[in-house]
């Protein structure tokens, strides 16, 4: 099991910038991919990016292609979320999720997720 911690969530104006990391510990995590997804208010949980621990691809959600960037530090086993030209329709809750499986699934009870991290992004 691995167990993942968010932070650095909190309010940005819209045109700001934040990054999110997810430390992760437990197992061994070269077999997993890494994923970010997030949760509005009344909506359902989506998919926003991923990353492969090894090897080190990426792969994002068309709404957040060009302004957001997963990132790895391999030393730190810690996952990152930059993201930059933010939105007001960006805010949500932040989770950070790893599994070992493709396309990632969005339902926490599948693999191992983060408590989550707001982010609020004000017009």
């Known amino acids: 099991q691995v167990q993942l911690v968010e932070s650095g969530g909190g309010l940005v104006q819209a045109g700001g910038s934040q990054r999110l990391s997810c430390a992760a510990s437990g197992r061994t995590f070269s077999a997993y991919v890494m994923g970010w997804f997030r949760q509005a208010p009344g909506k359902e949980r989506e998919f926003v990016g991923a990353?492969?621990?090894?090897?080190?691809?990426?792969s994002y959600a068309d709404s957040v292609k060009g302004r957001f960037t997963i990132s790895k530090d391999n030393a730190k086993n810690t996952v990152y979320l930059q993201m930059n030209s933010l939105k007001p329709e960006d805010t949500a809750i932040y989770y950070c999720?790893?599994?070992?499986?493709?396309?990632?699934?969005?339902?926490?009870?599948?693999?191992?997720w983060g408590q989550g991290t707001q982010v609020t992004v004000s017009s």
């Open positions: 999720t790893a599994q070992s499986n493709w396309p990632l699934s969005r339902r926490p009870d599948f693999g191992s």
């Open positions: 990353i492969w621990w090894s090897g080190g691809s990426t």
